[in-house]
């Protein structure tokens, strides 16, 4: 069903729609936020200050991933409850509103801009894991069309902002925020069921990393951070003229998960690798309007990299059907997050001592093109590893069982094996092959022998654990639990 498998041309399902437009709207605001307003609103300080003040955004991400990753072992953590929403929203917010005070001619010292934009960034990195967890949890035919039409949606969104005058494009931003809080809230409740993926309540396994990957993660991160400052140093239109790459970068992608095309992933990084690192080796030795160019092709290729990723890492947490993909996605983003930010003080550290542009920036950023070579060929992702079909590729597959066992048994078996992964009590446990079976409450009343205030409250236990909010996605989801084959 997904990238390791032919894809399935069906048309976009309603659910999938407003995922990817809530989606879209956090890729909107998060390239007006990181790359825009700052690069808009504060010019009254210099070009090396503003670099050291917009990095702060990005080691918020990498914070925020940092903290998902230590919230998500303990069970009790839920990112989706509306307290954590709602602090999501505000921290989101924060940024935009800054813009506006400055707006106004008011003064906001350098330091609190630090804070406003570290909050920016963990805003940024809970509502990618929120995100990519909904990915998991609807039923979609490819990962990669919902995270490149996202991006793409994102980019177009963008493009609106920057039409707009600039009074009002802060509450663009924090309009497409809001959206894209309350759309989350909404598909995760009545679409993101834990149906298609294992939700609250189990830790008991999560997804193995393959370590090979994680360098040429952050030499991707750092070659694409040093690119992003060059634009952001080079004036508000050329920020504009960059982003708008983000279009066609996610779109090839789409374009080919759209039509049913699987690439590997080794391939896309081998093109990735060549477009990246042959305009970095153009830059130093071109006018200005060819470093315009090639650094527009490095924002595609970082678009479409971060297509490619998305999926990779929700298509690898689904296939272990051990825990939910905002508890085990965290740690895998953060290598990529951390290049971009290594990249982006990298940068920011060189304008300080040379100025913007320097020769000695360009120098480094040809050496960093090289790095990314030579750890990429040493890191190279195994295609045995990541582009072969894995085991639980398509969550529409039939489970692997045995084909001794008897409807009923193997009924049971799913049962026992649910109640176990999510820790069900006993009591819990008989009371949840009732529901399964599509038993009502007083039926398990009478045959329990057991009182209406108590079927009810283990009921209740049963659904919060299980993160369902309804008998028949419980039936559904015991019904297409996959059983390990027996001898």
Not at 209 to 223: C, D, N, R
Request: proline share 4%; aromatic share 12%.
């Amino acid at each position: 069903m997904d990238d390791g498998n032919a894809v399935s041309k069906r048309r976009i399902g309603a659910m999938e729609l407003l995922s990817i437009g809530g989606f879209a709207c956090f890729f909107g605001w998060m390239l007006v936020s990181f790359y825009w307003l700052f690069a808009e609103y504060i010019q009254d300080v210099s070009v090396a200050e503003r670099d050291v003040v917009q990095m702060f955004v990005f080691a918020g991400l990498v914070l925020g991933y940092f903290v998902l990753y230590l919230a998500g072992k303990n069970k009790r953590f839920d990112l989706f409850k509306i307290k954590w929403l709602a602090t999501t929203a505000v921290l989101s917010m924060l940024l935009p509103l800054a813009a506006v005070v400055l707006d106004f001619g008011m003064t906001i010292p350098s330091a609190a801009l630090c804070v406003v934009n570290l909050c920016a960034g963990i805003g940024g990195a809970v509502l990618t894991v929120s995100w990519l967890d909904v990915c998991s949890r609807i039923r979609l035919q490819s990962f990669r069309r919902f995270t490149s039409l996202s991006l793409v949606g994102g980019g177009i969104l963008f493009t609106l902002v920057a039409m707009v005058p600039n009074r009002v494009q802060p509450a663009f931003c924090i309009i497409y925020a809001l959206l894209s809080v309350g759309l989350l809230h909404f598909v995760r409740a009545r679409g993101g069921s834990a149906t298609c993926a294992p939700p609250i309540g189990s830790c008991k396994k999560t997804w193995e990393f393959a370590w090979e990957i994680e360098p040429s993660l952050i030499a991707f991160g750092i070659v694409f951070g040093l690119t992003f400052v060059y634009l952001f140093n080079s004036g508000i239109d050329t920020v504009l003229v960059g982003l708008l790459f983000v279009i066609p970068g996610a779109g090839i992608i789409a374009a080919f998960a759209l039509r049913g095309k699987n690439i590997g992933i080794t391939v896309i990084q081998r093109i990735l690798l060549c477009v990246t690192v042959l305009s970095c080796l153009a830059m130093p030795f071109a006018d200005k309007w060819v470093q315009l160019a090639c650094s527009c092709l490095v924002v595609a290729s970082w678009a479409a990299f971060v297509s490619v990723n998305y999926a990779l890492v929700v298509k690898k947490s689904v296939e272990n059907w051990g825990a939910p993909v905002f508890r085990q996605v965290p740690v895998r983003l953060i290598f990529s997050a951390l290049g971009f930010l290594l990249g982006w003080a990298i940068a920011a550290t060189m304008t300080v001592i040379y100025g913007a542009h320097s020769d000695a920036f360009m120098i480094v950023r040809l050496c960093m093109a090289f790095v990314l070579v030579v750890v990429v060929m040493l890191f190279f992702p195994s295609p045995e590893r990541h582009d072969r079909p894995g085991a639980a590729a398509g969550r529409e597959a039939k489970p692997v069982v045995s084909s001794n066992l008897s409807d009923r048994e193997l009924f049971e078996r799913r049962c026992k094996d649910v109640a176990e992964l999510y820790q069900l009590s006993p009591r819990e446990t008989d009371i949840l092959e009732f529901l399964a079976k599509g038993r009502n409450a007083a039926y398990i009343q009478s045959k329990l022998t057991i009182s209406p205030h108590t079927v009810k409250s283990h009921i209740y236990s049963i659904y919060r654990k299980l993160d369902i909010h309804s008998q028949q996605k419980l039936m559904d989801f015991v019904e297409e639990y996959p059983i390990e084959a027996t001898d």
